[in-house]
């Protein structure tokens, strides 16, 4: 998960961060060895990625999800699970607010 941090961090086009930083959550899934579960959210995220709008794309969003991918993972590896819940929650709170503001924009 790290590596793909990285690799959203380096590359120059927002559209690719993005991406990578939607595959990290597929990766956290994998690692969380809950087949339903992780299936059940791979399929919310593809209905609401037609949702993520330019705000998803900026500069400032991005360093958000970066900031916030990597104290997620700096939980998990201290084995901080609530923390790392909590922080989960707080992240995905803030993305559906996004996705919201462009859905009422439609």
Known sequence: ?????????ETPDPATSLALHNEWHGALR??????????????LDAQLRVYDAEEAQAESNLQQIETEHRD?????????AEHARL?????????????IAAMARC
């Open 1 to 9: 998960m790290s590596d793909i941090s990285d690799q959203a961090v």
């Open 87 to 99: 922080l989960m929650i707080a992240h995905q709170s803030r993305t559906r607010a996004l996705r």
């Open 30 to 43: 994998s690692a969380a060895h809950n087949q339903t579960i992780a299936e059940l959210m791979d399929r």
């Open 72 to 80: 997620i993972l700096a939980a998990v590896h201290e084995g901080h």
